[in-house]
Every structure is written in structure tokens, then in C-alpha cells.
């Protein structure tokens, strides 16, 4: 209806391209437009000046002889004051931006390792736009951006790359794990010594104070009974410590059967022992 009456409409953020008799006569903007056939004038087609993004996926390979597909992001969009070259100079816009983005990155990603690509995703970017720009601006189109998205090595090589990062993380694991039970383990030493060297001291002072009790009480009785002698106390306090022993190993439930001599005799025996081997250690000492 609205070329019947020779009026064509332009949408915002479009340019339509009009032609005379076939040849380019004029950039039509957004708006109302009078187009009396008549005269030859009509409309060629319309281009949109919005921002667009073309997804390219390229496979390479590394400097280490490792596959990629390097997935890049370019956005791009016709200048509405360059509409005529990006209309008729490109018959398919998104083929040729597809061609340069393999070209340099073909180009770019075979000098590096793998490990580089990844580190260097943003320089291949850089270089991706710069190309674009420069081949791109003759035909009325600008690049707005370019942005690497993705990096995929090939399915074997990243199961190979998880696996040595795995082994890597459980040999840390590992060292760690040994380190923290040899720390427990001196810990638990330190802790052994120390307790030790307690039980020893409180034994050390047990010992001193019967040895202590027993001078006194030598003493004592010497002093209040007059005509006994150190070695009738002696053997009054072995027949003590030795009727004590006896009282407790027939108290306690859990003692092994002990078979002792036993009788008046038998301290007199013991005690008789007890006197030789002291008197044999001192005679090795001197």
C-alpha cells in the first residue's frame, strides 16, 4: 500500500539504500520516504546499524603440537555514513569477517605453547581486532570489540592435563600429610620424654623420702630403746615392708599366684640377702 502510493518507512537504527533506474541515488535515515516510481526511483534494501556478533570457531595447533578450537567473539556494525560500501561492496558480511579471524589466528596461535595461548588469549584477541579493523573499514563496517570466549584442547590432552594436575595435588597432599604425622609423631615423643622424666622424678622423691622415713626412725628407736642396735631395726622394719607386701599382693584380685617362702625364717633369709648384696656393691665400687 505504501509503495502504491510511493511512500516507503525506514526503521529506527536502519538505513534503506534507494536506487534510480538500478544506480545508487541516495541513503534514506529513519523516517517517511516518497518514492515516486514513476521515475524510476525504489527502494534496494534496508541495513541495520545495530551492533552484531558473529561466533567463529577455529581449530589450530600449538607450538607444542596440541589441537585447539579457539572460539572468538566478534561484534561489529555497519556506519550509516559508509552504508553504500557495506551494502554493495560485501555480498556476505559475516563469511568474510569469518575468513580474516581464521587467518590471524592461524597465524598467531602456532607460535605459542599451549599454556601461553591461555595466558596470551587477550594479545590474540588484540591482533584479531586490529585485522579486522584494517580490512573491515574499507567496506563501511566498524569492529567494536573482539573477545577470545573459549579455548578447547583437544578431549585427550585435557583428560591428560586433569590427570597431572590431580597427581600433583594429591603428591602436595601427600607431603603434607606426611609432615603434619611427623610432627604428631615428635609431638607425641616430646610428650613420652617429658611424662617419663616426671615419673621418674616422683620415684626419684619417693625413694628419698623412704629412705629419709627409715633413717628416722632408726634413729628413733635406737635413741628410745636403749641396747638394739641398727640392724635389729632393720630387720624389725623388713619384716614390716615384708608382711605389707604379702597384705597387699592377697588384696588385690588380679594378681598372679606367687609362691614365696614364708615364715619367721624366711625374712631372716631375705633380709640376710638384702644386707650381702649391698655390702657386695660397695666392695665393687671401692
Known amino acids: 500500500m505504501g509503495q502504491a502510493l510511493c511512500c516507503v518507512q525506514v526503521d529506527q537504527s536502519t538505513v534503506a539504500i534507494k536506487e534510480t533506474f538500478g544506480k545508487f541515488d541516495d541513503v534514506l535515515e529513519p523516517g517517511c520516504h516518497c518514492l515516486p516510481w514513476v521515475l524510476g526511483q525504489q527502494l534496494a534494501g534496508h541495513l541495520s546499524l545495530r551492533v552484531q556478533q558473529l561466533d567463529v570457531r577455529c581449530e589450530t595447533k600449538t607450538k607444542d603440537n596440541v589441537f585447539v578450537t579457539v572460539v572468538a567473539s566478534v561484534q561489529y556494525r555497519a556506519l550509516a555514513d559508509k552504508a553504500s560500501d557495506a551494502f554493495y561492496k560485501l555480498s556476505n558480511t559475516r563469511a568474510q569477517i569469518q575468513s580474516y579471524v581464521f587467518d590471524v589466528i592461524r597465524a598467531s596461535v602456532p607460535k605459542l605453547e599451549l599454556d601461553s ?38 578431549e585427550h590432552v585435557k583428560r591428560a592435563m586433569n590427570e597431572i594436575n590431580a597427581a600433583s595435588r594429591m603428591r602436595v597432599a601427600a607431603n603434607e600429610k606426611a609432615e603434619a604425622e ?15 622424666y616426671l615419673a621418674g622424678l616422683g620415684i626419684a622423691r619417693q625413694r628419698q623420702a623412704i629412705v629419709d622415713g627409715l633413717r628416722d626412725s632408726v634413729l628413733a628407736f635406737s635413741v628410745n630403746v636403749p641396747g638394739t642396735t641398727s640392724k635389729d631395726v632393720m630387720d624389725m622394719v623388713l619384716v614390716t615392708q615384708y608382711f ?43
Do not use: C
Request: aromatic share 4%; proline share 3%.
Open 117 to 154: 595461548v591461555f595466558e596470551q588469549k587477550n594479545e590474540i584477541a588484540k591482533a584479531v581486532e586490529e585485522e579486522l579493523e584494517k580490512a573491515m573499514s574499507a567496506y563501511g563496517f566498524e569492529i567494536v570489540q573482539t573477545l577470545i570466549v573459549d579455548i578447547e584442547p583437544d
Open 244 to 286: 605389707d607386701t604379702m597384705k597387699e599382693i592377697g588384696a588385690s584380685s588380679k594378681s598372679n599366684s606367687v609362691f614365696i617362702p614364708h615364715g619367721p625364717g624366711a625374712v631372716r633369709d631375705i633380709a640376710s640377702q638384702i644386707r650381702d648384696g649391698l655390702l657386695q656393691g660397695n666392695t665393687v665400687q671401692n
Open 182 to 196: 611427623k610432627i604428631l609423631q615428635i609431638k607425641r615423643a616430646e610428650g613420652d620424654a617429658e611424662s617419663k
